[in-house]
């Protein structure tokens, strides 16, 4: 077949093909020329830049013979292009970040009218896209990729990414959300994409869409609807006939049909993500990349070897694909199987395979020292895309052998290697990571098309199954493949997950063994070191708190966590200053190495300790360290809960405070009712009972009436029999008196405070007991309307909280002082009791307090005609109290905001 375009356009509507014929008629000064090939009609449009253009008019969508499918596969089979550029207009996304006349080119489509609609656990519709998400062509992408440098942006801006396809006009926002959920990185839409891919695929020709956005597919497409769609038509065809006028698009006449390239790559079902990954392969296995090649290394399973064959598939400009494997085992469904009939166990026999790949039949009858000259001479015809899979399996001197191999490569060929090691080589490296969630999900819709319990998966469940796995593709299928399998007794994501972090030591199936098991004896001594101690971390941990927990100088730990980030098996922070080890390979090395494990839990316990007493009970001006402390802290709190009681307890009153004032409810509850378990287990009723009291006033805080109660109920029963307890027993009567409160049963819970406010009254007649007692009776006078009484009660307990200097309670009974008046309606007295709170509060660093006291100067402000202020308060709260867990107070700091017209 003899080439008549080195480029196809197909456009749909009048509006694209008229704007495409007048933009080249304005490049190239001539008319477009009909021209009738075979049984189809075609519009010369002439040379730009040395290439010659067609035009076709396709019908509208995919299907049928007057479709998209159909009218490129007779282009392909009438012109012989190189290359189909789809041109024309599309919907978009997202009106803030794009405008009408953007021009978007596809990365990626995304083919979603085929689609499983079945129900979840729960009844409701879940949708599993089952379309495929196929690439673009790289070579047409990184040439508009290019293009779009010296693009006036003035006319529009040029996007990049995945576009929804299908046959459906779109007018309608809640079909277009719909449509999101499938695929949330999309950012735009239209009905020709899949046929055009379909028919380029089968004739193996290069393709594209680049279309640009006349409408937001909202239900508002007419409106100004012609002005819109010239606008983007125009912008379209400029931007297309800009890049060629940069960079010529020519294709090879020949004078027959092209033949396919030899190739022994591995069949492929289906590949997700890894755009950026792919494109940086190209570039380096490209005629211009002066280095042999690409190196792929990461962790197993992680997708090396599908990324490796995927960039195979795709690379051009290649007379053949030649696919070698040092693999020795792969993971299944029951567990680790070893390869031994397609493994290459070391560089000399993986020269002789590579020969017998290039004609050379007899290379293995040679000497072997003299096979590599043989192979490069075998190289020098051809131009021969070698892919090496899994080398780490060879020995050290072999690897080195391979690279010195690699680096002498005639320039005509080029080498993709895939490795869990790293080397220092001449070529691009690619540090493979996890899988991004999207691209994760849309995995897991490809294996549930064969998974029942998959397909009925809730997206929580899904999601579980990325976050336990790390995004590591491997583990999530051998994770899927557990789902009613029988040896594995798993009927859920929740029984894989689990089985997964279970670690199945028992038998040959442990995952984690194949994943990190090789990796253990390269780790240096400072690396296992590192690793050890952020094994307890659940949070990035800072690199000062990772060398002290390892014991090693902190030059060294920055080398070793940098390289153990190189390799993929940390998480990184953006500014790699914080790292976290994920939570499989933690389970991996505690069960590998425990001493190691052990030696850095008792380092971290132990600074942890003295740091917190340090700066813990009472000292708010040093809270802010514990706060730049957190990771370490959250870190060793297991490890204390395990340990002695004693040092448990103490930790506890030194943190009491910090969490309440840092807004960390659940951390406190779940700190305090550990402790109280293990003070009875240790039969310390005296802080069992304190433990269940700072528990109720967590539950009280969250408005939990039955749990408060139960509480209240546990702290007297320990005390009770705890010898030498006075004050104690109307702590707990206190406790259940806000319990009633929250019941709204107002006459015991009046009752409850009064009793507690006596008790105490015995013992001192002005302490912070007292002030307490008499701030929870004006609590509950003020809540059943009694204001006189509840003012009365609240300025009696402030006045005793400045004589006994009760810091936190001067701060809160001011600020209940505040909220007495707006509800009275005293709007300046209001302010000025908030304002006061606020800079006490400040002063403490309790940052919900603070929040709500800006939420109430605010308020008080609002009612005063003081808008403008009142905003900047009201906005405040919400960005305070939006970072704490307490939705009360993040409900009253919104309806402030509204209120102040924000």
Same mark, same amino acid.
């Given at each position: ?371 590599a000259n043989k192979v490069r001479r075998a190289l020098a015809n051809v131009q021969a895309l070698i892919i090496i899979d899994n080398v780490e399996t060879f ?295 304190? +433990?269940?009291? =700072? @528990?109720? &006033?967590?539950?009280?805080? !969250?408005?939990?009436?039955?749990? %408060?109660? $139960?509480?209240?109920? #546990? ?33 015991s819970a009046i009752a409850a405070n009064q009793e507690a406010l006596d008790l105490w009254r015995a013992i001192a007649p002005e302490s912070s007991d007292v ?12 809540? +059943?309307?009694? =204001? @006189?009484? &509840?003012?009365?009660?609240? !300025?009696?307990?402030?006045?005793? %909280?400045? $004589?006994?200097?009760? #810091? ?95």
């Open positions: 077949m003899v080439q008549k375009a080195d480029v196809l356009i197909v456009t749909v509507t009048p509006v694209e093909s008229r704007a495409v014929i007048e933009v080249f008629k304005e490049a190239t000064g001539k008319e477009a020329k009909p021209e009738s090939i075979a049984d189809g009609h075609y519009l010369d449009l002439g040379e730009v830049n040395g290439t010659r253009v067609f035009m076709a008019l396709s019908g509208m969508g995919s299907g049928g013979t007057g479709g998209s499918q159909e009218l490129v596969r007779k282009g392909i089979e009438a012109l012989s292009p190189s290359a189909v550029i789809m041109v024309g207009i599309a919907f978009g996304i997202d009106d803030k970040k794009h405008a009408i006349g953007d021009v978007l080119v596809a990365h990626r489509i995304m083919l979603y009218d085929l689609q499983r609609r079945g129900t979840d656990k729960a009844g409701n519709l879940k949708v599993v896209a089952r379309g495929d998400r196929p690439s673009s062509s790289p070579r047409l992408f990184n040439w508009l990729r290019m293009a779009s440098l010296a693009w006036d942006s003035s006319k529009g801006r040029v996007d990049f990414g995945l576009f929804l396809c299908g046959d459906h006009l779109i007018d309608n926002k809640k079909y277009r959300a719909q449509l999101l959920k499938l695929e949330a990185e999309a950012i735009g839409g239209e009905m020709e994409g899949g046929g055009l891919y379909a028919a380029c695929q089968n004739g193996k020709v290069d393709w594209i869409l680049v279309k640009a956005i006349s409408d937001w597919a909202d239900g508002k497409k007419d409106a100004d609807r012609d002005a819109r769609q010239q606008k983007a038509a125009r912008n379209a065809a400029a931007f297309v006939l800009h890049a060629l006028q940069q960079a010529p698009l020519k294709g090879e006449e020949t004078g027959e049909e092209q033949k396919p390239v030899p190739s022994s790559l591995p069949p492929q079902p289906y590949f997700f993500g890894r755009e950026k990954e792919l494109a940086f392969i190209q570039d380096a296995i490209s005629p211009e990349a002066r280095t042999w090649g690409a190196l792929i290394d990461g962790p197993g399973g992680i997708g090396k070897t599908a990324l490796a064959v995927r960039a195979g598939q795709l690379a051009t400009g290649f007379d053949r694909k030649i696919f070698l494997s040092a693999k020795v085992r792969e993971l299944t469904a029951s567990g680790e199987q070893k390869l031994e009939d397609f493994m290459l166990p070391n560089y000399t026999s993986l020269l002789t395979e590579l020969g017998r790949e290039l004609g050379e039949e007899d290379i293995g009858k040679i000497d072997p020292s003299v096979r020995e050290e001197p072999e690897r080195v052998r391979l690279y010195q191999f690699l680096s002498r490569l005639p320039t005509s060929s080029k080498a993709i290697v895939t490795s869990r090691r790293r080397a220092d080589i001449d070529a691009r490296v690619v540090r493979l990571d996890r899988l991004e969630r999207k691209d994760a999900l849309a995995l897991m819709n490809e294996l549930a098309i064969n998974n029942r319990v998959l397909r009925q998966a809730s997206d929580k469940e899904c999601n579980d199954l990325y976050e336990i796995t790390n995004g590591n593709p491997l583990l999530i299928k051998w994770a899927v493949a557990q789902l009613g399998r029988a040896a594995s007794q798993c009927r859920t994501i929740a029984d894989a997950c689990a089985f997964l972090a279970s670690a199945p030591r028992d038998n040959d199936n442990d995952p984690l063994e194949y994943i990190f098991g090789d990796l253990l004896e390269t780790f240096s001594e400072s690396e296992t070191a590192v690793l050890s101690a952020l094994v307890h971390f659940t949070q990035p941990a800072p690199v000062k708190w990772v060398a002290d927990v390892a014991g090693i100088a902190e030059r060294a730990a920055i080398t070793a966590l940098e390289d153990l980030t190189d390799r993929a098996l940390l998480v990184s922070t953006e500014s790699v200053q914080e790292f976290l080890l994920p939570s499989l390979a933690a389970t991996f090395l505690r069960r590998k190495r425990p001493q190691v494990v052990s030696q850095t839990g008792g380092r971290l316990t132990d600074q942890v300790y003295a740091l917190v007493l340090e700066n813990g009970f009472r000292n708010y001006e040093r809270f802010p360290t514990l706060e730049r402390a957190w990771p370490a802290i959250a870190a060793a709190l297991p490890l204390v809960i395990q340990g002695i009681n004693e040092r448990l307890q103490k930790l506890c009153d030194a943190l009491r405070s910090f969490l309440e004032f840092s807004g960390r409810l659940d951390e406190s509850l779940f700190l305090f009712q550990q402790a109280e378990e293990k003070a009875l287990a240790n039969k310390d009723l005296y802080n069992a009972g304190w +433990r269940a009291y =700072h @528990a109720g &006033a967590v539950y009280f805080e !969250r408005k939990r009436a039955d749990e %408060a109660m $139960a509480c209240a109920i #546990r702290c007297a029963t320990h005390w009770e029999k705890a010898p030498g307890i006075t004050r104690e027993k109307a702590v707990a009567i206190r406790l259940r008196g806000q319990a009633y409160q929250l019941k709204k049963d107002f006459s002030a307490m007692a008499l701030n929870s009776l004006a609590a509950v006078n003020h809540k +059943r309307g009694h =204001h @006189a009484a &509840a003012g009365r009660d609240y !300025r009696e307990a402030l006045r005793i %909280a400045k $004589a006994t200097k009760y #810091r936190e309670g001067i701060a809160i009974y001011t600020g209940n002082l505040s909220v007495l008046a707006l509800d009275c309606e005293e709007w300046t007295t209001a302010e000025d009791y908030a304002r006061q709170a606020l800079a006490l509060n400040e002063e403490l660093g309790n940052s919900q307090l603070i929040g709500l006291n800006c939420a109430r100067i605010a308020r008080a402000l609002t009612k005063q005609g003081n808008g403008q202020e009142a905003l900047s308060y009201a906005q405040r709260a919400v960005e305070i109290l939006s970072k704490l867990a307490i939705p009360d107070s993040l409900a009253y700091a919104y309806a402030t905001l509204k209120e102040c017209g924000g």
